[in-house]
């Protein structure tokens, strides 16, 4: 299957999902599930592991529902 975006230039991207739990278990299921749909993942435990992998990327979107301690907004 595969989901592909042409990013402007000619070259087909798949497209991008970052799953964020701190279930290791949960995180891994969701996590291949989705590659096997042909996502490209990256995973993070906390909100604060998800900031820093969502700069990484340079993502310019997200939308996030995050409780706990170590929730931000930006």
């Given at each position: 299957?595969g989901?592909?975006?042409?990013?402007g230039?000619g070259?087909?991207?798949?497209h991008?999902?970052?799953?964020?739990?701190?279930?290791h278990?949960?995180?891994?299921?969701?996590a291949?599930?989705?590659?096997?749909?042909?996502f490209?993942?990256?995973?993070?435990v906390?909100?604060l592991?998800q900031?820093g992998?969502?700069?990484?990327?340079?993502?310019?979107?997200?939308?996030?529902?995050i409780?706990?301690?170590?929730?931000?907004?930006?």
């Amino acid at each position: 299957m595969g989901f592909m975006s042409n990013d402007g230039t000619g070259t087909a991207r798949r497209h991008v999902i970052l799953v964020v739990d701190d279930e290791h278990l949960i995180r891994l299921a969701v996590a291949s599930h989705l590659e096997e749909q042909g996502f490209e993942v990256h995973q993070a435990v906390d909100a604060l592991e998800q900031r820093g992998v969502v700069q990484r990327l340079g993502v310019k979107f997200f939308c996030a529902a995050i409780q706990g301690r170590h929730a931000i907004a930006w």
